[in-house]
């Protein structure tokens, strides 16, 4: 899967999770907790919405810091 739809589709995910959030400014290098604004709980929503738009399952619990990490883990598991 291209770099660029992951990316993309990871914003409309993160658009319903935190509707609040300045998505003209996100780019890979985007720290999910500063410059996205995500909790605890945002984060484990993240995950299950990630697991159902990628169709596949995470194995103990994700540790991701930036928006580009998120899309290399996506990009290394997802089987669509």
């Known amino acids: 899967m291209e770099r660029e739809h992951i990316f993309n589709e990871l914003k409309e995910i993160l658009k319903l999770i935190k509707p609040s959030a300045d998505f003209s400014k996100i780019n890979e290098d985007s720290q999910l907790v500063r410059d996205v604004g995500l909790d605890s709980l945002t ?11 990628f169709a596949f399952k995470f ?21 669509l």
């Open 59 to 79: 194995e103990g619990n994700p540790k991701f810091t930036t928006v580009g990490e998120v899309i290399d883990f996506i990009s290394a598991n997802s089987t």
């Open 43 to 53: 984060i484990l929503l993240l995950s299950l919405a990630i697991e159902n738009k």
